[in-house]
């Protein structure tokens, strides 16, 4: 008699469909925050002379493709290690602002801009992650055009405004967001503000966001599901994450 088994039936439909994989590759040279090393690498042992190959890798926990934990701008909440599981599987909607971020790098993704985009495509739904297609990801890994500094030294670079995540989050109730670019702010906003003042808002959600995400341009604008899935280091504000999604 052969057995039946629901999940393993599940898993082979889940697996016919495509898989997008929104996690950068990373190294000692890509771009990230200013205020971070890079990373260091070195190898311990090898196959040649050890039998195996091990290496040893220095990065700061907010480093490529990445996942903040609420404690990472909020004091007393909670820690990456203490996010459920559940949290890290979740719908995905995907905005796509790409048009409006090529003709300005300093664009600002606000409520109406939401607005207009729902009276389009319908409501965002509840407890869903919702991404910031900006395309900006195409620009990696060169430092120089990722960072897009002005003679001044000033970075210029899209972001979420903050009356967009009190909407997504106070009325339409979503659970995380994400974005292509190293801050949930617009680099003008953060010039303007002295403080990242989008992110220390959604974090203070008690929720997590993914940063610096790729290939959302592989995605529709609903229908997939997110996956971000980390290490589990104790105490830790964030990690590298490998982010993915599977598309009908």
Not at 106 to 125: K, S, V
Not at 135 to 164: M, Q, T, Y
Request: proline share 5%.
């Amino acid at each position: 008699m052969r057995m039946s088994y629901p999940l393993w039936k599940q898993l082979e439909e889940l697996k016919s469909a495509t898989w997008v994989d929104l996690t950068h590759t990373f190294d000692e040279t890509i771009p990230c925050f200013s205020e971070f090393e890079r990373a260091q690498v070195s190898t311990l042992f090898n196959v040649a002379d050890d039998g195996f190959y091990v290496q040893n890798w220095n990065v700061v926990s907010q480093y490529g493709t990445h996942i903040d934990a609420p404690i990472h701008f909020v004091e007393h909440t909670r820690y990456l290690h203490e996010l459920n599981l559940k949290e890290l599987a979740l719908p995905l909607v995907v905005l796509d602002f790409s048009q409006s971020v090529k003709a300005n790098s300093d664009f600002i993704l606000t409520r109406r801009h939401i607005e207009q985009w729902e009276a389009d495509n319908g409501p965002i739904e509840q407890g869903t992650f919702v991404a910031f297609r900006s395309d900006w990801s195409k620009r990696w890994p060169n430092i120089e055009a990722f960072e897009n500094k002005d003679d001044a030294g000033a970075l210029h670079l899209p972001g979420w405004g903050l009356d967009a995540l009190k909407y997504l989050f106070e009325e339409r109730h979503v659970k995380a967001i994400g974005h292509e670019t190293f801050d949930t702010d617009a680099s003008i906003d953060v010039a303007k503000n002295g403080d990242i003042i989008g992110e220390r808002y959604v974090l203070g959600q008690d929720t997590f966001q993914v940063e610096l995400l790729t290939n959302l341009d592989q995605l529709p604008s609903r229908g997939a599901i997110i996956y971000t899935i980390s290490p589990k280091p104790k105490d830790a504000p964030g990690f590298p994450v490998r982010a993915f999604a599977i598309k009908p």
